[in-house]
């Protein structure tokens, strides 16, 4: 099957799915033109300024999806597992996944959706997201009560197990971690 007969299947599933407004989240496996992630894991919350969303998986399936790599980000944008978020200088965004994992990613910032796998009455759910520069926040949600929740920086990979941590990633490489403590 050629490329473009992919792109038609792959945008056929996609009409008539209506990305569905209950989003299917779970997701796993390995990503190939037989075998895309179609189903949404996250939703866009807020946008200021410039924030682009680019899903890797759509563009190999030739597939339309909102937030190609030169539409803006808006609030309501779905997102999936392999996609991209980047923020320009003046750019912030915020994720809610699916397990109620929140991230707000600030300006000049970049992050990855490497891996999001959850089933609400699961005990093996996993997520993986890499962030490469920028400001991050943000909120765990169940997966990593019920699973795995990793968070890879490029000095390290961060096991997370239910709580509420800030990444600064800086220009000269180094990465500053601090966790909020909640008062009693």
């Given at each position: 099957m050629n490329a473009r007969a992919i792109g038609l299947v792959a945008g056929l599933l996609l009409a008539a799915n209506g990305l569905?407004?209950?989003?299917?989240?779970?997701?796993?496996?390995?990503?190939?033109?037989?075998?895309?992630?179609?189903?949404?894991?996250?939703?866009?919350m807020t946008v200021t300024g410039s924030a682009h969303i680019e899903h890797p998986a759509a563009i190999l399936a030739q597939a339309n999806l909102p937030g190609s790599a030169n539409a803006p980000a808006k609030v309501g944008d779905l997102v999936y597992r392999g996609d991209i978020v980047q923020t320009g200088p003046d750019g912030a965004l915020s994720i809610t996944f699916a397990d109620s994992s929140s991230f707000n990613v600030s300006n000049n910032a970049k992050m990855e959706v490497n891996d999001f796998v959850y089933d609400p009455n699961g005990h093996s759910n996993s997520s993986l997201v890499s962030l490469t520069k920028g400001t991050?926040?943000?909120?765990?949600?169940?997966i990593a009560h019920t699973g795995s929740m990793k968070v890879d920086t490029p000095v390290g990979t961060m096991g997370i197990r239910g709580t509420a941590p800030r990444v600064e990633i800086r220009e000269d490489g180094t990465v500053r971690f601090s966790t909020l403590v909640e008062r009693k």
């Open positions: 569905s407004a209950n989003l299917a989240w779970a997701q796993s496996g390995t990503k190939g033109p037989a075998d895309l992630d179609v189903n949404p894991i996250g939703k866009v991050f926040t943000f909120i765990a949600g169940n």
